[in-house]
């Protein structure tokens, strides 16, 4: 079986739970991103058959490699679930171990694991036990709260069971997305372990991701909100990686992007439900440009896929940079 290639020339696109969608991952895959993976997919709601946990699995031959998130609180569920999952087709899977939403805690998902790490542990080896050595990953924080830092240890465990990475998010749950992400702490993972190290946390612009590796030295980089507010943030990074000297780095072209992402949206799911969803979206690319407010106001008023189009073809003529 072939195994994840990660290196910093192949960045990735993180996890993001009502957004990284099969429609948003194909925006960003065309844009230079290597890896993608799924929205966050409930093993309970995997094994109970809960209401839309299937849709997040969505996929395409090209929308490859494709790494499938799960959460859940007992290891079980992940023994029952990810055999039909491998079954599909599905290769590549992820352990989510850092979310901090009081939903996914109430459950023992997410970062509620930092707490038990012997849980957390026996989760990803049952992972690997139905997937296989190489072909699971685990995202961590550096701990549930400031001064409770037990990331080292339940890496060097994590290693121990046949994980083929890691990702570090390097904030506390408590923290939520506040403060500052500690990139230090990244570098400090990346020499206590010899699986590769993957660093998410304030990528906010293909500078960031190049800073990020050049101050660690780790292994690969996961963009989430810079890339919801702008998807050519994997090109652009691409580049920078290529030649750090140039000058000229590819445009966002607001118009062309909103367009694609619609147009690939009803592709996929033609409901109201789908319109409603990239209509809500649509704003966060003109995020900091002049004429956000008329860009919102213009795309909140339409009712339907065609006058979506009609609106966003005139976007550019709203908006400055």
């Known amino acids: 079986m072939k195994l994840l290639s990660i290196t910093p020339k192949k960045p990735w696109l993180a996890p993001l739970a009502g957004y990284s969608d099969l429609p948003f991952r194909m925006l960003c895959r065309n844009r230079g991103c290597s890896v993608a993976c799924t929205e966050m997919v409930s093993v309970k709601g995997l094994k109970y058959n809960g209401n839309g946990t299937k849709s997040l699995l969505a996929t395409c031959p090209e929308d490859n490699p494709l790494v499938v998130q799960l959460f859940g609180g007992d290891p079980q569920d992940y023994l029952d679930t990810m055999p039909d999952l491998v079954e599909q087709g599905y290769t590549f899977f992820d352990l989510n171990s850092g979310c901090p939403v009081k939903k996914v805690l109430k459950a023992g998902g997410g970062s509620a694991l930092l707490l038990e790490p012997d849980r957390l542990v026996q989760t990803a080896a049952n992972m690997v036990k139905v997937a296989g050595e190489g072909c699971v990953g685990v995202k961590i924080r550096l701990g549930f709260m400031s001064g409770e830092d037990n990331y080292l240890e339940i890496a060097k465990r994590l290693e121990d069971v046949g994980i083929g990475w890691i990702t570090l998010?390097?904030?506390?749950?408590?923290?939520?997305?506040?403060?500052?992400?500690?990139?230090?702490?990244?570098?400090?993972?990346?020499?206590?372990?010899?699986?590769?190290?993957?660093?998410?946390?304030?990528?906010?612009?293909?500078?960031?991701?190049?800073?990020?590796?050049?101050?660690?030295?780790?292994?690969?980089?996961?963009f989430a909100?810079?890339?919801?507010?702008?998807?050519?943030?994997?090109?652009?990074?691409?580049?920078?990686?290529d030649d750090p000297s140039c000058d000229s780095l590819p445009d966002f072209d607001l118009g062309k992007t909103m367009e694609?992402?619609?147009?690939?949206?009803?592709?996929?799911?033609?409901?109201?439900?789908?319109?409603?969803?990239?209509?809500?979206?649509l704003p966060r690319y003109a995020?900091?440009?002049?004429?956000?407010?008329?860009?919102?106001?213009?795309?909140?008023?339409?009712?339907?896929?065609e006058e979506l189009l009609e609106t966003v073809r005139k976007i550019p003529q709203l908006v400055n940079d």
């Open 225 to 241: 909100r810079g890339a919801l507010y702008d998807p050519a943030i994997f090109s652009r990074y691409l580049k920078l990686l």
């Open 287 to 305: 995020k900091g440009k002049n004429g956000i407010r008329a860009v919102r106001g213009s795309i909140s008023t339409c009712q339907n896929w």
């Open 169 to 222: 998010h390097p904030r506390y749950a408590k923290q939520m997305f506040s403060g500052t992400a500690d990139w230090s702490k990244l570098a400090i993972l990346k020499k206590h372990v010899s699986i590769p190290v993957i660093g998410s946390g304030d990528l906010f612009t293909a500078e960031d991701g190049i800073e990020c590796i050049r101050q660690t030295g780790i292994d690969g980089i996961m």
């Open 260 to 281: 694609e992402h619609i147009l690939s949206s009803r592709e996929f799911d033609k409901s109201n439900g789908s319109f409603r969803k990239i209509r809500s979206i």
